[in-house]
């Protein structure tokens, strides 16, 4: 048999003196040295990198230009980048919103005990999130082809003419929503449903024995306890939508005309079509900087709430 | 019978030796060696995978082929290009990436190696030779494919008693194809009505989806993106707005649903479903029309050179990148591949042959008849500008054309809105003083 001995822990602090004379101090700064190295080397590195190009007009066929500070920067003044900032907010104020509102109400529906088979649709609920982005967007690429897809086929036969979906400027920016918000309502829906599966069921009891009904006890009740979950939800979301580029690539290549195109995919046209490194790191650290203050001011209310 | 067998010998004894004169080189250079090609996902590319295996029987060297859709490739290959060493040892080059490439330094001249081996670079259209061989007077490519661009026709339905006779009541005029752009467009649309299919498939998906189509009718009219004396921007000519408003025209009005997203592909799908009468684009889609395992108008289209002045010619062409780790096997690959045998094997498996003898060769007209025409293509063609920012032109172009498109936005706004950023794509460019 194997016995286990308690050891009573002496007295500890940080500020202990140990028996080789080098305070606890010294070897929680000597363990966290690497760690810090690896993160200067992996995220400090590149962003001081990025922004040192961000001050200078680089355009990879002619070489490293002249130090320009923040002229770079002055793109933030045009109408094209009003105009992806525009597409930007649209784009992840709907996707966010329809997508918490979809996978909300999915999540409240798997957590009714009378539900069966609760496994099985949350596996069916999780496969689009499995699926790559590219893989997701080729695949409703050739649904939505207006030749070729069987979305106009199956309008067609209610008596609805073809349309151009992602080649329409109508509707090009609803129907990459569509794509998006399948992709992608996933991750929501998993977030919320443990999120109401770690709720304490005893305030939910104590208001049904006091006769609440079901919404009152979704709003009274389950949503204030939520909302932590439901902040971080969306402030996941609301970043990922910011940075939307793979599905535009896939899907549109910001067309027709600008229709659906990012700030990511301005950022990348300018480094990638334009060679103009300068202003592509420019255009890169302004989302990052709205990313950030974004962040923040979601972290402040999660704070006072 | 013993004199055939005799011959017969006679012939592999020849062949072995003349294989065996053109194996000493490669093996020499490559043996052991891997070479990386980044292709485009297009007939030759194909055609090239087809006879690799030659060349690797040849020279001891392995074939490592990547074929990716176009839309990848530059962005593929400028990390490579700007890395000390590069990943591909042999460039496809297309001819608006030239100048870019060139300035940079991202490729190595190739005026010695072909004088060192007498290879005959007069073989090739000089057209091709001077939109995607030649940079400012030294040779860097050779060309591999062309893709000359012109008229695709249904000739079933234009041929048609019927159809001619309407076209007679409707224009006045016995039928003849269309020999200017506004002709092409008024026919288009007529021919759409008429028929109940698209009057023409059109690619106006960004950026070189459109821009490739579009330009066909700036060249078509004479209008040109710069004054090639002056480098000033000169879209906003008469002819340049009449060209960019001809084809929204055509998109709202006569193509098929779509086809504000659609790409070159899309355009060969809807001729292939029987769903359009015209098209402007590439006379390499003819192979993918004449294959009865996905196409339902087998012997149906004919192609014709671009109405009106000039069509938008274009070309790639082999490279050896400066960052290439085995430059001399690169070499022989390329000589290997365009020797006379290779270049006609690639041909006659629906590669679009850059080298003219080939289009005067029986056999091969024989198989492939509709490519008779590439001659007068060519010769009605001219390119994009030679220029360091060529790629950078394309783009501002896409941006005009959707600004028009999908805004609405009257061409010569939009051309005017645009004029600052084509001035600023020639400021500065060596390759334009």
Redesign the interface.
């Known amino acids: 048999m194997t016995s286990i001995s308690q050891t009573t822990r002496p007295a500890y602090s940080a500020a202990s003196p140990r028996s080789d004379g080098l305070s606890t101090g010294f070897y929680k700064l000597l363990f966290m040295t690497p760690t810090i190295l690896v993160l200067a080397l992996v995220v400090a590195g590149p962003l001081l990198y990025s922004f040192w190009l961000s001050l200078h007009e680089y355009i990879i066929t002619y070489g490293m230009g002249d130090l320009v500070w923040f002229e770079n920067y002055a793109v933030m003044m045009s109408d094209e980048f009003a105009g992806v900032s525009w597409v930007t907010m649209k784009l992840t104020v709907i996707v966010v919103v329809l997508e918490f509102l979809i996978a909300f109400g999915l999540a409240l529906l798997l957590n009714q005990s009378w539900l069966k088979f609760r496994e099985i649709y949350l596996l069916v609920l999780m496969l689009p999130i499995l699926m790559t982005p590219v893989a997701v967007a080729l695949m409703f690429r050739l649904m939505f082809n207006p030749n070729l897809g069987i979305i106009n086929w199956l309008l067609s036969l209610v008596g609805i003419p073809q349309q151009g979906w992602f080649g329409d400027p109508d509707l090009a920016l609803a129907t990459v929503v569509f794509v998006d918000i399948w992709n992608e309502t996933s991750l929501m829906l998993i977030m919320l449903y443990a999120g109401l599966k770690s709720l304490p069921q005893d305030p939910v009891e104590a208001a049904r024995i006091d006769g609440a009904s079901a919404f009152q006890i979704l709003w009274h009740v389950t949503l204030p306890m939520l909302k932590p979950v439901i902040l971080v939800t969306l402030l996941i979301r609301m970043i990922t939508a910011l940075k939307s580029y793979d599905l535009i690539y896939m899907l549109t290549q910001g067309g027709p005309g600008k229709v659906t195109e990012t700030i990511s995919f301005y950022a990348y046209r300018l480094g990638f079509r334009f060679l103009d490194i300068g202003q592509a790191a420019a255009v890169s650290f302004i989302l990052l900087a709205a990313v950030v203050v974004l962040t923040v001011v979601l972290l402040r209310i999660m704070r006072e709430n | 019978m013993p004199r055939l067998i005799t011959t017969r010998l006679g012939v592999m004894a020849a062949s072995l030796l003349a294989a065996s004169t053109a194996l000493a080189d490669p093996a020499a250079v490559c043996k052991g060696k891997t070479l990386n090609l980044l292709l485009e996902t297009v007939p030759d590319s194909t055609a090239l995978i087809e006879v690799a295996p030659e060349f690797e029987a040849l020279s001891g060297a392995k074939l490592n082929m990547e074929a990716v859709n176009y839309?990848l490739m530059?962005?593929k290959l400028?990390p490579s290009l700007?890395a000390s060493s590069g990943s591909y040892d042999v460039l496809a080059v297309d001819s608006y990436w030239a100048g870019?490439f060139v300035?940079?330094n991202w490729i190595q001249p190739l005026d010695e190696r072909i004088a060192a081996d007498k290879i005959d670079t007069s073989v090739y259209y000089p057209a091709l030779m001077d939109v995607n061989g030649k940079v400012k007077d030294t040779t860097y490519m050779l060309p591999f494919w062309q893709y000359a661009m012109g008229m695709l026709y249904r000739k079933d339905i234009v041929e048609d008693p019927a159809f001619q006779a309407a076209y007679k009541e409707n224009f006045g005029r016995d039928w003849r194809l269309p020999e200017t752009l506004q002709e092409y467009a008024e026919v288009a649309k007529w021919a759409g009505q008429h028929t109940g299919k698209a009057g023409v498939a059109m690619s106006?998906?960004?950026?070189d989806p459109v821009v490739m189509e579009a330009t066909n009718y700036v060249f078509s009219l004479g209008a040109d993106f710069y004054d090639r004396e002056t480098w000033e921007p000169a879209l906003g000519s008469p002819e340049g707005i009449e060209a960019v408003t001809i084809y929204a025209d055509l998109l709202a009005n006569a193509a098929?649903?779509?086809?504000?997203?659609?790409n070159f592909d899309?355009v060969a799908?809807?001729l292939k479903?029987d769903?359009a009468v015209f098209a402007i684009s590439y006379l390499f889609l003819m192979p993918t029309l004449q294959d009865p395992k996905e196409s339902q108008v087998v012997d149906k289209v004919a192609f014709a050179r671009m109405p009106g002045e000039d069509s938008l010619l274009g070309a790639w062409g082999w490279s050896i990148p400066t960052n290439a780790a085995n430059p001399d096997c690169s070499w022989e690959f390329i000589k290997w591949v365009e020797s006379r045998d290779v270049a006609m094997k690639r041909a006659m498996a629906g590669g679009q042959a850059t080298q003219a003898w080939i289009y005067d060769d029986a056999e091969y007209l024989k198989l492939w008849p509709q490519m008779a025409a590439v001659g007068d293509a060519l010769a009605h063609a001219k390119g994009l500008p030679v220029m360091?920012?060529a790629?950078?032109l394309v783009?501002v172009f896409a941006?005009v054309m959707?600004?028009v498109?999908?805004?609405g936005t009257d061409p010569a706004t939009a051309i005017a809105n645009a004029e600052d950023k084509f001035a600023r794509l020639t400021r500065?460019d060596p390759l334009l003083k």
């Open positions: 839309s530059h962005e400028v700007t870019e300035t940079a106006g998906q960004r950026a098929q649903p779509g086809a504000l997203g659609a899309d799908n809807t479903q769903k360091s920012r790629t950078q783009e941006e959707g600004d498109l999908a805004n500065g």
